[in-house]
């Protein structure tokens, strides 16, 4: 994990510590540096407030720009789950990677 320095700026607040943990992982494979500061809640899914579950993202300034520009495009995103052609596991339509084995989508045929 990477140490989030106190100068970085919060990117997104994402709905709960492990998509904070997805975002970061996109952030980290577009060549931005991101981190989170804290995951001392997620002990607390189910029991506390969905809103005590938000957990901001934060990147360096000088990153702020491009990487709202990756956040809106995963924000857009929209469409069906996909099943990976690997291990079949059944991944959201968000993720650009299987969650369980890091395969990529099949490309589509046609």
């Not at 997104?12 to 809640?41: C, D, F, K, T």
């Not at 579950?53 to 996909?82: F, I, N, R």
């Not at 968000?94 to 369980?100: G, V």
């Amino acid at each position: 994990m990477m140490k989030v320095q106190s100068h970085w700026v919060k990117a997104y607040s994402a709905g709960n510590p492990m998509e904070a943990e997805l975002l970061v992982g996109l952030l980290h494979r577009q060549g931005i540096r991101a981190g989170l500061r804290s995951q001392g809640l997620m002990g607390g899914i189910g029991e506390l407030p969905m809103d005590a579950l938000y957990t901001p993202v934060w990147v360096p300034a000088e990153s702020l720009v491009a990487a709202k520009q990756v956040l809106t495009a995963y924000e857009a995103q929209s469409g069906d789950e996909w099943r990976c052609q690997n291990c079949a596991e059944v991944n959201g339509s968000s993720f650009e990677l299987c969650w369980q084995c890091g395969e990529p989508p099949a490309e589509p045929t046609g």
